[in-house]
């Protein structure tokens, strides 16, 4: 029990030592030992204490040489944080300051990374998802020979097909609507349709194809009597692009069905 309490003693000691020392080096006028250390503890992964640190610098070091390390390293400290907004804030402004910096390329690269990391499932707002796609894309065309540009196709595709899965869960729900307060199958048509001019090597394609169909063949089964044959050959012209698209579809049960009913409401 002694050496017990002997060693919580001396890990106490510790702690408070270390913390005292922290709390001097703030209070400190020495703006040059503030930034070594700020190095030291980021390195020991203690990133609040670098951030505010290098926060207590910053205006110390603008315009001068290490003015862009100072920048550079509070993004990647707010990253190693996990606060990829933050990050994202500090990688952009490093890259609006220092276009041709020497972590130039890098920051690039981490706006889109960031913003990445912050984009949500998808049923959630895709705001963060569209920066992503767009930071890349941006990346990509100042750096398309970077080793790293590979990785940014693929966080695009990733983005991308998220973006498609969230346009077909609108379409869907589009499509559960149905007449409810208005026709919902005519937004299902439309959200599907351009979701397909969108992204037209989503995975989802033949989903979105089917809800078209789906779609344009209950329209025509509570349209109106006028409206209805007209509606029907619609329905009968998206089953024959359907198939030809698609002629072992996962839906062609479905879409048969489809095919057949709408026969018997179309004049020869």
Known sequence: MRKRNILYILLFLTVFSSCSSYEKLLKSNDNQ?????????????????????????????????????????????????KDYFSAANYYATYTKSFPRGKYSEECWFMVGYSHYKDSPDARLDQEETVNAINAFQEFLQIFPNSNKANDANKYVEEMQEKMAYKAYLNAKLYYDLGNYQGNNYLSAIITSTNALKDYPNTKYKEDFSFLVLESKFNQA?????T?????????????????NDFPKSKYAKEAESIFKTSKNFVKE
């Open 33 to 81: 030992l503030k930034f070594e250390e700020a190095k030291k503890y980021y390195a020991k992964k203690e990133y609040l204490k670098t951030i505010t640190l290098l926060d207590a610098v910053s205006t110390y070091y603008k315009g001068t040489d290490k003015s862009e390390d100072v920048l550079f390293l509070t993004a990647q400290s707010y990253w190693g944080n």
């Open 221 to 225: 089964e509570q349209s109106i009597p």
């Open 227 to 243: 409206k209805k044959e007209s509606r029907f050959r619609e329905t009968i012209d998206e089953y024959y692009n359907f198939v």
